[in-house]
């Protein structure tokens, strides 16, 4: 509850901000739609105070409680003298709608509180790094060389920031609200985002609420936008820049399209009223000025052709506008200019399969409205009656945006050039930029819907329209959201179950440098900002060294300091950057070239996972987690631990231009725990290795497709000093162990590769219905993984030797996953492949082999199918085995610590109903029976 609490309080304070500056300004404007632009004013207000501040040298945390006050007694005092109007009736259903967006979208604040960070992606980790800058410095405060060796990872964001020219509102926002509160900026992050998201509401409604006719329409895309699943993903996104972004946009457009007085004091007002938010825009979102401005022109434009509004009166207040706005923003036209650059820049640079390509794909149409998800599987009749539905709103969107921008709705020029836009986007087949326009365009999308749902509902059952798109759209919405919880773990949740943990209850030790490995930059961020005051580094790739290079021209990064708008900081960055470079050195170790940080000698810590998903062995560490999700413990008692190199040929994702490791997702058979995706391949570093040791992993293919994709790859090879392959045959799943390594060392370091032997591949889709309609030879999903991993680990000859395996497997698949059982080339429900083994525990002299199994009557196996089974190495039983049920018996010859059956089958068929799984049988029961026991045979 106090999360949410925060969130109404921190909105509210926005709001009465927002409506103190009107009142003050006497700005003339209908009562209503100023309450409703109020929250986004005060946001611009705070945004673009805090910043000058901090600009001037002033940490926010200085300040940050003296504000607050000195703005709590302004709004007191403009209140107190000119008493506002309160619009309750009206006001109060656009305060039902927001609070409806509040837990639609942040219902978890009721279960987790501060604990919950939504996605917590890479992209909130840089915010909250910036916000935790600015809490503690001057903006354009130079680091040291001491602090950026590992003292403070925060500050790289001064070269990010301070010289970079990116857009810094949201972090500067954020920061004020983590030192107004006393807190980490992580654990206000949901907060903060939850009280812009209601800002984005409020502003959206006023920009339709143009006059009383459009009240209905106005309130109606209130409630959709409330419960848009595309906003609610941003919300768990933590897209903060872009949801105060969209509202300061918003807000915009109201304030500019309208007829505009022509006289000094109302062009004054406005003009400081417009350059407000379009300075606090352009510092916290500018990617969306261009739609603004666009907009505001054919508007006007419109006006003028129309003779509603005379051009030479309107060029002057523009070009009066224009000038307090260049006034205000000073170097914020700058910071958005290179803002906005960049992301062209790296727009472009953007090749291949991508994340987003579903949108380019026919269901764009059922996935920009939130009626299905933007990725994943597609099923008929379903998706196509999704996107038949979707295409209706798209084809009645584009024929309202064409209508009412001949009757001059503001709302309508917006809605027509995010369609224009949307358009040219689609036929250079930017998906990345669809996507994005499909989430700043979820206010317009949705006015479009209201205002077709009158027209068929009728005015009298309108709000009716907005709970069938509530009940149509509400699964997608919760998936959205419980992917950022423990109700639904889904890939997008870079960090699993962190909803456990308190994130700021990671205690780093103070006395000795720290060696830190984290599953990947989610996990780097969340350690640099409990970190600052202990001198970190990073096992794999240190991505803060990247932060250090320039990400546009030189020319631009300079024009602050020669128009005297900043100090000559470039000239600091250089020498710094020199700095930072210098410590780090490219290695080239078994055919892999990568970035090696100079560590510091006097290491004495290493941090990592408390639990680690990814690879079991680096869980077993002395002492106790207490409930932390890092732990630190002495280098000296390490053991074994593994990490993955980022390198030329491949690591983790987002760390690395080609991928060998994605994030963990659910495993379908294994409910409640995970596997993830690899690629071909991988290098590991093993930190305090023992002598001899096995690399043991259980992987998958079942889930590949057909056409012969379940194959294990037999040529899969572990690089050290020698090269050894993998005891992997047949299809399906495997949990294999390599024979004793010898590690390749360089400088101390010690390292291991594996190279699977098979290019990755798209995963095998079928598209049908209206999924044939265009782009059919897209691919579902972006990636090509070899096969699935549920484990990767480095096992002792000691813990090899001590493995104790069953004598029995008869549950499927959880007998089989158990990480003691040795097999290869059988599928975790059973079914087996042409070629497979599985090791079980010991037998004795005498003691029976029973293998229990069914053959399918498939196409291909209905004469039989003739089998072989090898008892270590020996062969047991051979015969033919026909469709039904089947028994198979063997005797051991001699006592042996392992039993091995290996078997062979002549022929395979595939499964039918589209599963494409070639098999040969089913087993249903392998086991070991003492010899002295008797089981009769009709068990069978």
């Known amino acids: 509850m106090p999360a949410l609490l925060l969130t109404l309080v921190l909105f509210l304070f926005l709001m009465l901000l927002g409506k103190a500056i009107l009142v003050a300004l006497n700005f003339k404007f209908p009562i209503l739609r100023s309450w409703l632009l109020a929250p986004s004013i005060g946001l611009a207000a705070i945004v673009l105070l805090v910043l000058n501040l901090n600009q001037a040298g002033l940490p926010i945390g200085s300040f940050a409680s003296w504000l607050i006050v000195v703005l709590s007694v302004f709004i007191i005092g403009v209140f107190w003298r000119r008493r506002p109007v309160w619009p309750w009736k009206q006001l109060g259903a656009i305060v039902a709608i927001a609070m409806v967006a509040l837990a639609y979208t942040c219902w978890p604040m009721f279960f987790y509180g501060f604990r919950w960070v939504g996605y917590l992606n890479a992209d909130m980790g840089t915010y909250c790094l910036d916000a935790l800058r600015t809490m503690h410095t001057g903006f354009y405060r130079v680091p040291t060389r001491l602090e950026l060796m590992g003292r403070d990872y925060s500050l790289y964001f001064w070269f990010h920031y301070a010289v970079g020219l990116f857009r810094c509102g949201g972090d500067l926002f954020l920061g004020w609200v983590a030192s107004v509160t006393g807190t980490e900026p992580i654990r206000v992050s949901m907060p903060v985002v939850g009280a812009t998201n209601m800002a984005e509401i409020f502003a959206g409604v006023s920009?339709?609420?143009?006059?009383?006719?459009?009240?209905?329409?106005?309130?109606?895309?209130?409630?959709?936008?409330?419960?848009?699943?595309?906003?609610?993903?941003?919300?768990?996104?933590?897209?903060?820049?872009?949801?105060?972004?969209?509202?300061?946009?918003?807000?915009?457009?109201?304030?500019?399209?309208?007829?505009?007085?022509?006289?000094?004091?109302?062009?004054?007002?406005?003009?400081?009223?417009?350059?407000?938010?379009?300075?606090?825009?352009?510092?916290?979102y500018p990617e969306v000025l261009p739609f603004g401005a666009l907009a505001i022109a054919a508007y006007h434009g419109f006006q003028v052709i129309r003779r509603r509004q005379a051009l030479r009166p309107a060029i002057t207040i523009a070009g009066a506008i224009a000038a307090l706005f260049i006034l205000i923003a000073r170097q914020t036209l700058l910071t958005a200019i290179g803002t906005v650059l960049f992301i062209v820049s790296a727009t472009k640079e953007a090749t291949g399969a991508t994340d987003f390509d579903t949108v380019l794909d026919p269901s764009m149409f059922a996935s920009m409205f939130g009626i299905q998800l933007y990725y994943g599987a597609r099923s008929d009749p379903w998706t196509s009656l999704a996107i038949l539905l979707g295409a209706v709103l798209f084809f009645a969107a584009v024929v309202i945006a064409a209508r009412h921008s001949l009757q001059g709705r503001p709302i309508a020029f917006?809605?027509?050039?995010?369609?224009?836009?949307?358009?040219?986007?689609?036929?250079?087949?930017?998906?990345?930029g669809v996507f994005k326009l499909f989430m700043y365009g979820q206010l317009v999308l949705l006015y479009s819907v209201a205002v077709f749902c009158l027209w068929l509902a009728g005015k009298r059952y309108y709000l009716a329209a907005g709970a069938c798109y509530l009940i149509a759209t509400a699964w997608t919405g919760?998936?959205?959201?419980?992917?950022?919880?423990?109700?639904?773990?889904?890939?997008s949740m870079t960090l699993p179950h962190i909803v456990r943990a308190d994130v700021r209850n990671i205690k780093?030790?103070?006395?000795?440098?720290?060696?830190?490995?984290?599953?990947?930059?989610?996990?780097?961020?969340?350690?640099?900002?409990?970190?600052?005051?202990?001198t970190l580094e990073w096992a794999d790739y240190n991505i803060f060294r990247a932060f250090s290079k320039p990400l546009i021209s030189e020319e631009l990064l300079r024009l602050p300091g020669h128009l005297g708008l900043t100090g000559d900081y470039v000239s600091a960055r250089d020498e710094l950057g020199r700095i930072v470079q210098s410590t780090v050195r490219q290695e080239y170790v078994l055919g892999h070239f990568f970035s090696q940080t100079q560590l510091s000698p006097d290491v004495k810590y290493l941090g990592h996972l408390a639990h680690d998903p990814w690879h079991v062995s680096n869980n077993d560490v002395p002492g106790s987690d207490d409930g932390q999700y890092f732990v630190f413990h002495p280098l000296e008692k390490e053991r074994n631990h593994i990490v993955l190199h980022s390198t030329h040929l491949g690591g983790v994702l987002l760390?690395?231009?080609?991928?060998?490791e994605w994030p963990v997702e659910p495993d379908l058979y294994r409910p409640g725990d995970t596997f993830y995706a690899v690629g071909r391949y991988m290098l590991f570093e093993v930190i305090q290795p023992t002598p001899a040791i096995r690399v043991r992993i259980s992987l998958s293919r079942s889930l590949m497709g057909g056409g012969g994709r379940t194959a294990l790859p037999v040529g899969a090879q572990v690089g050290a000093t020698s090269n050894q392959r993998l005891p992997l045959l047949g299809s399906g799943s495997a949990n294999v162990i390599s024979e004793p390594l010898r590690l390749v060392e360089r400088d101390g370091h010690f390292y291991f590769a594996l190279d699977f032997g098979i290019e990755g591949s798209y995963f095998a889709h079928r598209k049908t219905g209206l999924m044939r309609l265009f782009k059919v030879d897209m691919p579902i999903d972006p990636r090509k993984p070899v096969a699935f991993v549920r484990d990767l680990s480095v096992l002792t000859e000691q813990d090899y030797q001590a493995v104790v395996r069953p004598r029995r497997i008869s549950k499927w698949p959880a007998g089989l996953l158990s990480e003691n059982v040795e097999f290869s080339g059988i599928y975790e429900d059973g079914w087996i492949s042409d070629r497979a083994f599985v090791v079980l525990g010991k037998a004795q002299a005498g003691d029976r082999i029973l293998i229990k199994g069914m053959m399918p009557h498939l196409a291909g196996l209905a004469d039989g199918n003739r089998a072989k089974v090898l008892l270590n190495g020996a062969s047991m039983w051979e015969g033919v085995i026909t469709p039904g049920r089947f028994f198979i018996e063997g005797t051991a010859a001699a006592e042996t610590a392992n039993t091995r059956l290996d078997f062979v089958f002549e022929k395979a068929a595939q499964l039918p109903s589209g599963d494409d799984r070639p098999v040969s049988a089913q087993l249903l029961d392998v086991a070991i029976i003492d010899g002295a026991s008797r089981e009769r045979r009709g068990a069978r």
């Open 414 to 432: 917006l809605l027509l050039v995010m369609l224009c836009v949307g358009g040219k986007l689609f036929q250079s087949h930017s998906a990345f």
């Open 207 to 284: 920009l339709v609420l143009v006059n009383a006719k459009a009240r209905r329409s106005a309130i109606l895309t209130g409630c959709l936008l409330a419960v848009s699943p595309l906003m609610a993903f941003g919300a768990m996104a933590q897209l903060l820049p872009q949801i105060s972004g969209l509202a300061l946009l918003f807000s915009l457009c109201a304030l500019c399209m309208r007829p505009l007085a022509y006289g000094r004091e109302a062009i004054w007002k406005s003009g400081l009223l417009i350059a407000l938010v379009g300075t606090a825009c352009c510092i916290c």
């Open 508 to 534: 780093l030790p103070q006395d000795a440098p720290t060696i830190v490995d984290t599953p990947n930059m989610s996990g780097d961020f969340l350690i640099a900002a409990a970190g600052v005051g202990s």
């Open 478 to 491: 919760y998936v959205y959201i419980a992917g950022s919880t423990d109700f639904r773990l889904e890939e």
């Open 655 to 660: 760390r690395s231009n080609s991928v060998s």
